[in-house]
Each structure stands twice: as structure tokens, then as C-alpha cells.
């Protein structure tokens, strides 16, 4: 079979390996489609924490079955996996946060991913179509991580939610966020990418704050109480530590992006606030479950975000492309 291997940070290579065996309580999987996100390219240009090379990257994934003995599945059945392995026995696993397992094991990060013609994976896993077309699965795990995100953040309805980051990752959360019943602000330095939250989503602020004066401006939107719920979905430093003022009293603070150095703010700033900071890492199985659901009952279109095309053997050329701003890519998805 044909696999991708991520060589050195900017380099792909295609190579060929024999097609697994799945072992006892595993399934053999043909991937149909992977999506491309921010964990790839960043991995791709050397700066995903949590990340070796040589390594196959691809988590976003479509398949087919090709063997299997996991129950209630069945050979040529579409499905999509959640590609986070855990142990299922340390403090996190056993309190139902096998999300940040502490042996935790992510595919296409921690071990070799989707990018190649067959895989194996643990039935545990596995995760049913219910009717989604291919494109659709191969969705589902970004938009779990901005499901999960709004879960940690416990959105209500009502609350002025700013999600920093137009993204991906971004545009899931802020999805989530107004199916949660919040009021969106959605912030970028790109105006494109705001443009699309506009029209695409229905999110009706936005705020550039390169352009713009940001405090001014969510005071405005929000008469004078800032958001309650801040989401950072950009993995950038300067924008972490730059969205602290912008956090109402009271209100919550979600770091889903991830950089890798340390960040700083003010204490007294956030101390008077009596504010809430907490991370969100991957998701869990009632957050597949949620954005399955959610994508049934036509409260959300995914497909809306893939901008590019490629087949898996145009990748190798077309991946560093994708690391432009300039050529609009939102999603690039790849059919096998």
C-alpha cells in the first residue's frame, strides 16, 4: 500500500508498506477521505507540540471496513474513528476524561495516522455513519473539538460567546456555541475568513482588532458587559494572551488552540475578574455524538467549509500551499 510520511518539517515522502493485520479487538480500515487541519500543518512546518518525525499524519478520517469483529459493525460499512487511544485505566480514563488520558495515544500525532491506504484501529474506536456521506465523517472529529470546547465553557443561552480564531477549529466552536443558544462574536485578523463566518454561518459580529478597537467594539456588542465566554481557537501566543482584557467578569476563558510556550497575564486583572481558565483537549464519545446529531438534523452543514480538493497523490505537492493565507483554504480535504 501507498503511505505519506512526514520526513522532516517541510517534506513529504511517499513510500510503500504491506497492509496491516489487525490484531485481537482491532479493525482493518480502507480510508476514503482525511481532512486537514491545524494539528497537520503544524506538524508539517515543525511547531505541533506533542510530535516526532519521521510521521504520518491524518486524524480527520472517512473508511470503509475491511475486516472486523467489533460488534454491531460490519465489513464495507462507512464509518469515521475517534483517534484518540486511551488506557482506559488512569485517573482521567477512570473519571470519564479519556479525552487527556495520561498515556494518551493520538493518531496522526503520538503514532502514525490516516495518511496511507489501509490502517488499523482499535473497535473501540470506531464510530457509525448513520447515513453521513463521506465528506461528512471525515468532519466529525474537528467539529467535536469545538462541541467539546462549548461543553467545557458550559454555554448558556443568551451569553455573548467571542470565539478568537476563524479557523476550522473556529468555525465548529462557533457552530456549537450557537447551537448552544450563545450570541457569536467571532474574531480574526483575516477579513475573508470573517466574511465567511457572515455569510456562511449567520454570525452577526465581527470583529478584526488590527482594524478595529476590540474592547470598544465588544463593548458595543455586548452593552458594556463583555463576553462571558471567551474560546481561543488560534494556537497563537499573541492572541492567548491578548484576548485576557476582552473577558467580562465573572465570565470563562477556553484555550482549544495549542501553542507551545508558556503564557502571561495579568493577575490582578484576572483576579478581579474572579474569571475561569481552563483548557480543552480533544472530545469525548457524547461529543461525536453531539455533532453526528447536530449534522442529522440539518443544524449544521460542514461540507460548507472545504475549499480544496486533492487526490492523495497530489498531497506531497499541494500541502505547502496550504500553509498561505492567501489562498483561502478554510478545509482541504483529500479523497483516496
Known sequence: M???VCTTPHQFTYTEAAIPVPNVGETL??????????TDLHAYEGTQPFFNYPAILGHELAATIVETNAKGFEVGEAVTLIPYFNCGTCIACKTGKENCCVSIRVFGVHIHGG???YVTV???ALVKSRGLGLDQLALVEPLAIGAHGVRRAGVQPGEFVL???AGPIGLGTMEFARIAGAQVIAMDINDARLAFCSQNLGVHHTINPIKEDAIQQLKAITNGDMPTVIIDATGSLAAIQGAFPYLAHGGRYVLVGLQKGDISFSHPEFHKREATLMSSRNANKIDFDHVVDSMLAGHISPTNYITHRVTFDQVADQFESWLDPATGVIKAMISC
Do not use: N, T
Open 2 to 4: 501507498k503511505q505519506l
Open 29 to 38: 480500515l480502507k480510508i476514503e477521505r482525511i481532512g486537514i487541519c491545524g
Open 115 to 117: 495518511m496511507r491506504e
Open 122 to 124: 482499535p473497535d473501540a
Open 163 to 165: 470565539v478568537v480564531g
